[in-house]
């Protein structure tokens, strides 16, 4: 599976920014998805995740509410659409997937370039 994540860039504070991630190498659809993102100097931490269908989906709870996961499984891609965005969501946010297990958290078996989200202040 290849994923190529895109739409990251600079935005100010309280602006919004939608990642795209495009999937490649698999049926979309037998693909769980996830989001996951990395600060400067911490570890990677879980984002967001979406089931197969789109039906079922899961955060992060200190981003629930701003954050929003979703899919589009006829163009193959996930979204991850950021509202009201804070320095500190500055980070490389990462798509994710995996063809297995129903835990939208973790587990991920591939994973994508990365794509630079930085949010001034």
């Known amino acids: 599976v290849q994923l190529q994540a895109s739409g990251g860039g600079l935005v100010q504070t309280g602006g919004s920014l939608r990642l795209s991630c495009a999937a490649s190498g698999r049926t979309f659809s037998d693909l769980l998805m996830g989001w996951f993102r990395q600060a400067p100097g911490k570890e990677r931490e879980f984002v967001a995740g979406?089931?197969?269908?789109?039906?079922?989906?899961a955060y992060a709870d200190s981003l629930k509410g701003r954050f929003t996961i979703s899919r589009d499984n006829a163009k193959n891609t996930v979204f991850l659409q950021m509202n009201n965005l804070a320095p500190e969501d500055t980070a490389v946010y990462y798509c994710?997937?995996?063809?297995?297990?129903?835990?939208?958290?973790?587990?991920?078996?591939?994973w994508g370039q990365g794509t630079l989200v930085t949010v001034s202040s």
């Open positions: 994710a997937a995996k063809g297995s297990g129903s835990n939208l958290r973790s587990g991920y078996e591939y």
């Open positions: 979406i089931s197969w269908s789109g039906s079922v989906t």
